[in-house]
């Protein structure tokens, strides 16, 4: 009686443990099946982010690139007895175009307002300005053209390299060059450090007409 007993406890010991063990086993499946579904949900949502993160960078892009005013590689060539430059308003920008017009001594250019309201005026003492036109020039100023089609016309008779700007929109970079004949780049008040007393997007508009205009001179820095 003793024997069979030990034995019966035995097997109930045995069974016992190995129900345990099988149930340990199902646990482990199931944490290991749910931290693998985890994981995939983590790595979709991350893929998620990242797509719309990158959609985020390219509205971002776009957004930057849109109205941007671009000298489009402009070619300025050589001077021509009469030149035309557009004033135009485009989806909320200004600008001048060409950016720089070439003509030869005693040439003529119109200035003609195909969109807005625009002056073209010198950057001459004469008009409250630094002087940024060849020693001894002449001073011209359109005044506002506000009709599309209206025009103005200056005949340049000093030789070098002339800035001038829209009133109204001087400050969001609004303003264009003329070169007149075969300057020497050196000596040129225009070519010099834009004025330091104007604000940042004139003086940066300045320098990208001085770096256009030296180009067409064949004078590099």
């Known amino acids: 009686m003793l024997s069979l007993s030990g034995t019966a406890a035995a097997i109930g010991l045995a069974g016992c443990s190995g129900g345990q063990a099988e149930s340990d086993g199902g646990s482990e499946s199931t944490e290991e099946h749910s ?3 985890g994981h995939n949900e983590t790595e979709s949502h991350d893929d998620s982010e990242d797509e719309h993160s990158e959609e985020e960078e390219s509205h971002d892009d776009e ?3 849109h109205g941007e005013d671009s000298h489009h590689d402009e070619e300025i060539g050589a001077p021509t007895e ?4 557009n004033m135009i308003t485009t989806d909320g920008t200004y600008h001048f175009d060409p950016h720089v017009a070439r003509v030869e001594v005693g040439g003529t250019v119109t ?3 195909e969109s807005g309201s625009h002056s073209a005026t010198a950057y001459h003492p004469d008009n409250d300005q630094p002087q940024l036109v060849p020693d001894g020039a002449a001073s011209w100023d359109s005044s506002l053209l506000s009709e599309a089609g209206a025009t103005f016309e200056h ?3 000093t030789e070098g390299v002339y800035h001038y700007y829209c ?6 970079g ?3 060059s003329i070169i007149v004949g075969e300057p020497d780049a050196h000596g040129q008040p225009a070519l010099e450090e834009p004025p330091q007393d104007k604000p940042e997007s004139v003086t940066k508009k300045i320098s990208e ?3 256009m205009c030296n180009e067409a001179l064949g004078h590099g820095h």
């Open 35 to 37: 931290d693998s579904d």
């Open 63 to 65: 957004e930057e690139g």
């Open 82 to 85: 009469t030149a035309q430059v």
């Open 111 to 113: 200035f003609h307002n």
């Open 155 to 157: 005949t340049f008779e």
């Open 167 to 172: 009133t109204p929109h001087e400050t969001v």
């Open 174 to 176: 609004m303003i264009g």
């Open 209 to 211: 007409l001085n770096t």
